[in-house]
Structure formats: structure tokens, C-alpha cells
């Protein structure tokens, strides 16, 4: 059984499948696009990484006591100081999603690839605010008032294939991840927290989907 945290829950599925499925991605020089704290990088590498990358100040203090970065850098995402072709690998978890003009994002995410880079990107998908069942309206207001970071990319597997294409870059694989019922279950987490209340929940299986709540990307600096 597991203490009820609604953040264990959604991103220990999504790091599981990350190592199962792409781990053999995983070297070179690697920036972590969106890093938050480096905890999640932490868990998905099991290494010490080239260089970390965040907009928030408070979460850029943390990356650098985090020891998981060689250097950690506040930026916009949108305006990256690495030279072209610098990175091996940019990783991005559960982060685009929030980030305004995402076309530009993916230009820069290009443009900081080598040829024949990898840019692996998780994020949820359109399918987030059906699954947690509680209306249109209701989906609406989680996705851009629940909390600070608006959801202002949320898309299926076909727009962001078109985006990726537009920014030189050629989708390899993907895979959908988080079905309905863990999906609720974790939404009834989330609020249950709010509300200052623990339970345990059983151990989730994490599986790849053929649509699903959230949306895991491979693609390739052409």
C-alpha cells in the first residue's frame, strides 16, 4: 500500500515507463528543460546531468543543492544561452505544458539539439480534464485556475507531431499513460489532501495506452 500523494502517484507511473522504455536514450549531454527541484531527474538518470533549466527562482535554489546538476541555469525557455547544437538529449518532464508560445519552445529545443539528438518530453494530453469526470466547465477551471501553472498546451498525439515537424524535429515513438480510473483516483487524492486528509491506496501498474490521460514523446533532430 501507498501513503496517499497524488504526486507519487501520477509521476512514479511516468518514471517507471521513462527507464522501461527510453532509458537507452539517456546519455551524452542532457538538459532537463523545466527542472524544477531535480528530484525527478534524480530518479529518472541515476546520474548527474549537464545542465538544469528553470524559470522559477525559488526551484532553481533547490537544483542547485540538489547535486544532480553540472550547471543550473534561470531562463526562459523560450530564450536558451546554450550554443547550437550543444545538448545530446533534452529531457522535459511534465513541464511544456505550461509554457506560452510552445512553438518557440520546441524552435529553441531544435535549435539546442545536435543532428540526431533526442528530445523525450512527458506532459498530460487532451484527454486530462474528460477523465476527471466532473464536467466541461469544471475541466476548464483545473486547467487554468486549480493552481499558479496554467495547462496551456494540452494536445493529442497528432498536434504535437505536427508542432514537433515544424521545429525540425521527427517524432520516433510515443505512448499515452494514465487511464480513467487512476485518473480519478488521483484527482480524489488531490483534494482529500487539500482537505488535510491520508489514506493508503494500492500500488498502480504502470502500462503504456492507446489513449490515455497524459502523453510521453520521442523525437529525433533530423
Known amino acids: 500500500m501507498l501513503l496517499a ?8 507511473i511516468e518514471i517507471a515507463l521513462l ?11 542532457i538538459l532537463d528543460l523545466g527542472c524544477g527541484e ?10 548527474k546531468i549537464a545542465w538544469g533549466l528553470d524559470k522559477d527562482k525559488k526551484m532553481i535554489s533547490q537544483a542547485k543543492n540538489s547535486g544532480v546538476y553540472n550547471q543550473v541555469l534561470r531562463e526562459d525557455a523560450r ?4 550554443a547550437t547544437g550543444a545538448a545530446d538529449l533534452v529531457f522535459s518532464n511534465s513541464a511544456i505544458e505550461h509554457i506560452q508560445d510552445i512553438d518557440q519552445v520546441l524552435k529553441e529545443v531544435g535549435r539546442v539539439l545536435k ?15 474528460e477523465y476527471l469526470g466532473w464536467g466541461k466547465l469544471y475541466a476548464q477551471w483545473f486547467n ?19 508542432k514537433l515537424t515544424k521545429s525540425g524535429l521527427k517524432l520516433v515513438d510515443s505512448y499515452y499513460y494514465l487511464d480513467k480510473a487512476t485518473i480519478k483516483e488521483w484527482h480524489k487524492l488531490l483534494w ?3 482537505l488535510g486528509l491520508k489514506l493508503k491506496i494500492k500500488p498502480v501498474r504502470p502500462e503504456k495506452l492507446e489513449i490515455g490521460a497524459a ?3 520521442l523525437a529525433k533532430k533530423i
Do not use: C
Not at 500523494?5 to 512514479?12: D, Q
Not at 530564450?79 to 546554450?82: N, T
Not at 498530460?124 to 480534464?129: A, I, K
Not at 487554468?144 to 505536427?162: A, G, R
Open 144 to 162: 487554468h485556475k486549480y493552481n499558479q501553472y496554467n495547462h496551456y498546451n494540452l494536445f493529442n498525439l497528432s498536434e504535437w507531431q505536427k
Open 38 to 47: 531535480g528530484e525527478i531527474a534524480k530518479e529518472v538518470f541515476d546520474k
Open 215 to 217: 502523453l510521453a514523446i
Open 192 to 194: 482529500l489532501n487539500k
Open 19 to 29: 527507464k522501461q522504455n527510453w532509458g537507452r536514450y539517456f546519455k551524452g549531454k
Open 115 to 129: 543532428p540526431g539528438g533526442f528530445f523525450i518530453a512527458t506532459m498530460p494530453s487532451d484527454q486530462l480534464g
Open 79 to 82: 530564450k536558451i544561452s546554450l
Open 5 to 12: 500523494n497524488p504526486s507519487k502517484l501520477w509521476r512514479g
